[in-house]
């Protein structure tokens, strides 16, 4: 029997991970955010209610788990009360039930302002991030300057770092993009009564994680953005700044890959992506009208429009890979319902020389690439809320096969709507 599930992106973010770690924590003792920060936007739909997340761990709407924010998440204290307070006034109370590794990295003010900065003085070339300052906070971490969760515990040492840090950042911010300086005392003020409400949160959740998988908890580990915002495997510079597979997953606990049952790689039945960067089999047209509305292809976090695109097999495949995934959960099946066609794309061509390319190599080589697709017939009834595989229509269990197919896994979960109940469970994953 499997104790636990890793939850990953397969695309480029919102792929519905969330409503799937939510499903699947119902049987799970812990949930675990292992990267990223919060520039992910999880959505949960429980009985009409619909509730956005950003740290916290998408399953802890069920009140016998316990939420992990691991070592490899970047953590804004600020955002994170502001979550813990915004779930407490629709009476759902984590602060009992949640714990942040002591050396997660800090997302503080001046990762935001250099955020923001950046993205302005880029202009066109901008990546599109999220301007949530998660960029930077990546990089304090890198280069042993980031101050973590742990250094919150010391008032005197915390107040001598952030002096030194704000000014190295007051440098650039001042000087090189013509900013405001930030006051390193005004960070620690805000800081201050935060501390005392997260005090008894900090531990050491490598040595936990393990103690549950020695008992036999059961455990499910929630990705955060795509494998193609990946800092190693996306369509780089246009990616987040952290490993977004399974790498990602490892590092950002501490629990080893023989710890780890099953890797379940999450895919939208079609394709979107928000923010600048390659997008093989974007759609201009009334399919992506379609998709945008039917969808509601609206960022979770940012509110921008997603670009949406259909299916790309070829970047499936080497999701599949890269992340070693032992299974496919398909999301958002219920957006294709009425369309005449459905195409997938099954391979690149190279738009200069027509040859088809296995994959390409550096942000210049992803502009000539032109999507080669199959055309499959669509169909006219609702799957919505469609619980049994064998109810859906033919085309789409056809739809279903075909990317098993080319996938080479199976698909174990599809899912039908929005609501945590329109689920078609395949196979049992516990
Ligand atoms: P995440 O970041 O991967 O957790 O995904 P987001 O929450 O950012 O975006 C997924 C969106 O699709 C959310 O609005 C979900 O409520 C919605 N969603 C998830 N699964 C389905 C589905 O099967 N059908 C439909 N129509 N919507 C879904
Ligand atoms: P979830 O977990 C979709 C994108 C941004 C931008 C790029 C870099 O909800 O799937 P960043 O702020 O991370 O430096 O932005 O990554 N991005 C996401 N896109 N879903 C996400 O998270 C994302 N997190 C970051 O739009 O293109
Ligand atoms: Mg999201």
Known sequence: MNKNIVILGTQWGDEGKGKIVDYLTEDAAYVVRCQGGHNAGHTLVVNGEKIILHLIPSG???????GVIANGVVVSPLELIKEIKKLEKRGIF??????ISSSATLVLKYHIEMDIAREKRLGINAIGTTGRGIGPAYEDK?????????????????????????????????SFYKCNSINYKIIL?????????????????????????????????????????????????YVTSSNTTIGGII?????GPRCLNRILGVTKAYSTRVGNGPFPTELFDNIDEHFSTKGHEFGSTTGRKRRTGWLDTVSLCRAVKINSL????????????????????????????????????????????????????????????????????????????????????????ISTGPERSNIILVRNLF
Not at 60 to 66: F, M, P
Request: glycine share 4%; charged share 30%.
């Open 94 to 99: 984590v602060r009992k039930r949640l714990l």
């Open 142 to 174: 890198i280069a042993r300057r980031g101050l973590r969760i742990k250094d919150l515990k010391d008032e005197k040492k915390l107040s001598t770092r952030l002096e030194k840090i704000v000014d190295y950042y007051n440098h650039q911010l001042v």
């Open 326 to 413: 032992s299974s496919l959960c398909i999301t958002k099946l219920d957006v294709l319902d009425g369309l005449n066609e459905i195409k997938i794309c099954i391979s690149y061509k190279n738009t200069n020389t027509s040859e088809i390319i296995s994959y390409p190599d550096t942000v210049y080589d992803w502009e000539n690439i032109e999507p080669i697709y199959e055309i499959l017939p669509g169909w006219k009834k609702k799957t919505l809320g469609i619980k049994k595989l064998e109810d859906l229509p033919y085309e789409a269990q056809n739809y279903i096969k075909r990317i098993e197919t080319i996938t080479k896994i199976p698909i174990d979960i």
């Open 251 to 255: 590092s950002g606990t501490g629990v």
């Open 189 to 237: 003020k805000d800081l201050l009564p935060i501390i005392d409400l997260i005090q008894d949160m900090i531990q050491d959740t490598t040595h936990i994680l393990h103690k549950a998988i020695q008992n036999n908890k059961k455990i499910v580990f929630e990705g955060a953005q795509g494998s193609f915002l990946d800092i190693d495997h996306g369509t780089y510079p």
């Open 60 to 66: 802890l709407l069920h009140d016998n788990t316990i």
